[in-house]
Structures are given as structure tokens and as C-alpha cells.
């Protein structure tokens, strides 16, 4: 049974440039959750999602970044625009239906975005 | 703010030691949920403590929580090289999880 699967695993981008990063849930699991982790900092919360719905995106900022959960296919977080400080490592988690933002959560491998 | 926070930043220890790490949190909670990450891993889910709840094993871990002190304790016994890693506490409220800056561990063979 795979675990949650993020892809690129490491993506480089220039300034002023458009990164999409993805994630595949575990099989089965209906709620998605982004976060972002700066160098020697804890995972900071950015958007909680299910099947077609934003459910809560009160850690995303207000401009460049996006979110999507589509009926079919993964996960998108889509940043426009990148700056030097978007770069981070971007993890995606997943839980079971029934579950919430409270409840234990599998995370993926993460992305590394690095923006030159 | 709920966030945790881990206490002490780094620890260093002999392989057989104990290793104990602490987070003090702000707010109420449901929940606290720790975490251990691997270098350049993903965070893998290593127990979940309810605020009902004030102490818990699972393998060579123990976690205890005092809710009237906002604070919770892991304790792995017998460290392996294999627990080298970070440790996040996570606290789980009326908002998404919200971690620590963790506990960089390392465990000397």
C-alpha cells in the first residue's frame, strides 16, 4: 500500500517563475494538508483540503499561492511568481475520511523548492 | 499562539541511553501528536496523546502530558543509532496541527 507521494521531489526555479507541486494521498484518503518548513524550523500549516474543497487555508498567503484538490488526480499547490523566499521544503499529509485537521496525519517525502 | 515548543533544541547521547525531549504548549488542546523526521525525510507518526490522557507507551517510547502545566514529554529508552533524527511535538486544538521546531537527536554508537 504506497504512502503519500510528492513530486518533484526537488524542483529548481528562477525568480518570477510558476512552481506546481503535487501529491498523491495514501489510497483511500480523502483529506490533504500542505505545509511549508523553512531550514531548522517545525512544519508551519498552510492549506487543509478535501475532494473539491478548500476547507481551511488560513496559512497560505494572500497572494501567489494556490490550491486544488481535484475529483481526479493529486493534489496541486501552485506557487506564481516564485521569490528567493519561497524557498523550503513542501510537505503534503493525508488522512482517512471521517478524520480532521486534529487527527493523526501521513506525510509524504516533501519537495525542495530552491529559487535562484 | 498553541504552538509548541521542544525543549532542549539539540541532545546528543551514547547508544543504550535514555533520551528525553519536553514541549511546553500555550492554549488548550485535544490532542498532542509527536513526530520524528529523518534528514531531508518526510515526518513519520509516532504517537498521539489525548488531553484526557497522561501517559502512554508504544515500544520503547513513553509519552507523558500534563495539561494544568502545557506540557509533554517523550522519553525513548535504550537509543539506537536508528533514533537519530528530529522530534516534533504537535499540538491539535480548533486549528490545524501546529509543531515545534523539533529536537535534533543524536544517538553515538
Known amino acids: 500500500n504506497a504512502g503519500v507521494m510528492q513530486n518533484p521531489r526537488h524542483l529548481v526555479r528562477r525568480r518570477g517563475q510558476e512552481a506546481r507541486l503535487r501529491c498523491s494521498p495514501m489510497?483511500?484518503?480523502?483529506?490533504v494538508y500542505w505545509y511549508r518548513q523553512l531550514p531548522e524550523e517545525g512544519l508551519k500549516f498552510m492549506v487543509y483540503?478535501?475532494?473539491?474543497?478548500?476547507?481551511?487555508e488560513s496559512g497560505m498567503p494572500k497572494e501567489r499561492f494556490s490550491a486544488e484538490f481535484p475529483k481526479e488526480g493529486p493534489s496541486i499547490l501552485r506557487i506564481q511568481q516564485v521569490v528567493r523566499g519561497d524557498s523550503a521544503a513542501y510537505f503534503c499529509?493525508?488522512?482517512?475520511?471521517?478524520?480532521?485537521?486534529?487527527?493523526?496525519?501521513?506525510f509524504g517525502p516533501g519537495t525542495r523548492l530552491t529559487v535562484l | 499562539s498553541q504552538q509548541g515548543e521542544e525543549d532542549p533544541q539539540a541532545l546528543s547521547i551514547q547508544e543504550g541511553e535514555n533520551a528525553t525531549m519536553n514541549c511546553s504548549y500555550k492554549?488548550?488542546?485535544?490532542?498532542l501528536q509527536w513526530y520524528r523526521q529523518n534528514s531531508g525525510r518526510g515526518l513519520v507518526h509516532l504517537i498521539l496523546i489525548r488531553s484526557n490522557e497522561r501517559e502512554k507507551h508504544s515500544g520503547r517510547l513513553r509519552v507523558t502530558l500534563d495539561t494544568s502545566k502545557k506540557s509533554s514529554s517523550l522519553l525513548i529508552t535504550a537509543s539506537r543509532a536508528a533514533d537519530t533524527a528530529s522530534y516534533f511535538c504537535?499540538?491539535?486544538?480548533?486549528?490545524?496541527?501546529?509543531f515545534g521546531k523539533g529536537t535534533r537527536l543524536s544517538v553515538i554508537a
Open positions: 499529509a493525508s488522512s482517512p475520511p471521517g478524520t480532521g485537521p486534529s487527527d493523526t496525519q501521513y
Open positions: 483540503l478535501q475532494k473539491e474543497n478548500i476547507i481551511d
Open positions: 489510497k483511500g484518503h480523502s483529506h
Open positions: 492554549t488548550s488542546i485535544n490532542n
Open positions: 504537535a499540538t491539535a486544538g480548533n486549528t490545524p496541527l501546529v
